[in-house]
């Protein structure tokens, strides 16, 4: 099976770095990007009933930020048992409880070192198996 893999980002260093890291590791993945969390829900509802297997999202974007984005998808059935991971340069414990307590499963903060986001997906993946 070819995972899919959305990211939710609206720097497009940030979302350059994912893709290499994320291809790197799993070379047959299907990589899909949005740049705020509104695009992100568009492109969720075209793909139905197709849907990613995992998402990560950054909380800081405009129009719709990351927060709001998670509160979102988790309202819907088909999308809330979607596995949701933030990555942010917010550090703060506040944000990371909202984050977790809004369903992420993880937040790492931002900028991610190669070896963090590495080691996220192996332990993503696997639960794919």
Same mark, same amino acid.
């Given at each position: 099976?070819?995972?899919?893999?959305?990211?939710?980002?609206?720097?497009?260093?940030?979302?350059?770095?994912?893709?290499?890291?994320?291809?790197?590791?799993?070379?047959?993945?299907?990589?899909?990007?949005?740049?705020?969390? &509104?695009? @992100?829900?568009?492109?969720?509802? *075209?793909? !139905? %009933? #197709? =849907? /990613?297997?995992?998402?990560?999202?950054?909380?800081?974007?405009?129009?719709?930020?990351?927060?709001?984005?998670?509160?979102?998808?988790?309202?819907?059935?088909?999308?809330?048992?979607?596995?949701?991971?933030?990555?942010?340069?917010?550090?703060?414990?506040?944000?990371?409880?909202?984050? &977790?307590? @809004?369903?992420?499963?993880?937040? *790492?903060? !931002? %900028? #991610? =070192? /190669?070896?963090?986001?590495?080691?996220?997906?192996?332990?993503?993946?696997?639960?794919?198996?």
């Amino acid at each position: 099976m070819k995972p899919i893999i959305l990211l939710v980002e609206d720097d497009e260093d940030d979302i350059l770095f994912f893709k290499d890291v994320l291809l790197e590791m799993i070379p047959k993945s299907e990589f899909l990007y949005s740049h705020n969390g &509104l695009d @992100a829900i568009k492109k969720l509802n *075209l793909m !139905k %009933p #197709v =849907k /990613p297997n995992f998402i990560f999202v950054d909380l800081n974007m405009p129009i719709m930020n990351g927060f709001e984005f998670l509160k979102e998808i988790k309202k819907v059935s088909s999308f809330k048992d979607i596995p949701t991971y933030v990555l942010s340069t917010s550090n703060d414990s506040q944000a990371k409880e909202q984050s &977790l307590n @809004a369903g992420a499963e993880e937040f *790492l903060t !931002k %900028p #991610v =070192k /190669p070896e963090d986001l590495k080691t996220l997906i192996s332990r993503v993946t696997k639960i794919l198996q």
